[in-house]
């Protein structure tokens, strides 16, 4: 019996800007990655080193210099409705409520079926992420998880083949990052997808992913090794923090980014969040709340 398919295919990509000398800066150097079908991986390493501008390409916001991305076996030529992106912020129109920012997208990627349709398929992809009582709210009296959280409705209403993920909870408090990691660890039981996820945090890299990809610091990185994360999906919080494995993963992937910052990443380079020691999650919901 043959395994799952490879359903994204990242291959030689590269991608450089001209240098202010007049050379040639180089972001990422000849990266490959295969991501099968149903599988999430997880893209970490120091800031710099090009992680986002991988996912940009995959987005089809931005062209590759040489190589490409195909999904499904046909190479992208830019953005499409089988890609779903979450960002850091989710860029919402303040002038729209909740609701009907999901709806932007519906009636593009849906535009033939009928309105009360397309209005069925963005509240569905709200109560998904527990917002459906704030349908109506704009998002100026959206907390910022609650903002987050429509992003996310945003993405998943599309029912898109893969979702990008550029550190989805980057910039929230610890608390609402553990609670947005929770919510996407339910969707994606129920709606299985092909995910990549850029992120600074060791912790969620072994929460939500299948494998961590880890990329070299730049310039010129590459993909410096791959972690595969044996614990089976959905997984719950505590369960992992009280396997002896989870810890031991944590250290190969703090190890490794520790190697990568002694072999001469610059200081702006180093910026990478994670911590060098365990901490119970007790721990930091209290920090979180304080």
Known sequence: MSGPRRYVEIANLTKSYPGPSGGEAVIVQDFDLSISEGEFVSLIGHSGCGKSTVLSIAAGLVDATKGG???????????????????????????????????????????????????????????????????????????????????????????????????????????????????????????????????HDVDEALLLSDRV??????????????????????????ALLETAEYYALREELIGFLGSQAAHGASETETETRVETTPRPIEEEEREAVA
Request: charged share 25%; with cysteine; aromatic share 4%.
């Open 69 to 199: 991305v195909a999904v499904a076996g046909r190479e992208i030529d830019g953005p499409g409705p089988d890609r779903g992106v979450v960002f850091q912020a989710p860029c919402l129109l303040p002038w729209l409520s909740a609701l009907e920012n999901v709806c932007l997208g519906v009636d593009q990627v849906f535009a033939r079926r009928p309105r009360a349709e397309r209005r069925a398929i963005a509240l569905h992809a709200l109560e998904l992420v527990g917002l459906a009582d704030a349908r109506n709210q704009r998002p100026a009296e959206l907390s910022a998880g609650m903002r987050q959280r429509v992003g996310i409705a945003r993405a998943f209403a599309l029912s898109p083949r893969v979702l990008l993920l550029d550190e989805p909870f980057g910039m929230l408090d610890s608390l609402t990052r553990m609670e947005l990691q929770d919510v996407l660890v339910d969707l994606l039981a129920q709606e299985r997808m092909t995910v990549l996820m850029v992120t």
């Open 213 to 238: 990809a880890m990329m070299t610091s730049g310039p010129a990185a590459r993909l410096g090794g791959i972690l595969k994360v044996p614990f089976g999906r959905p997984r719950v919080r505590r």
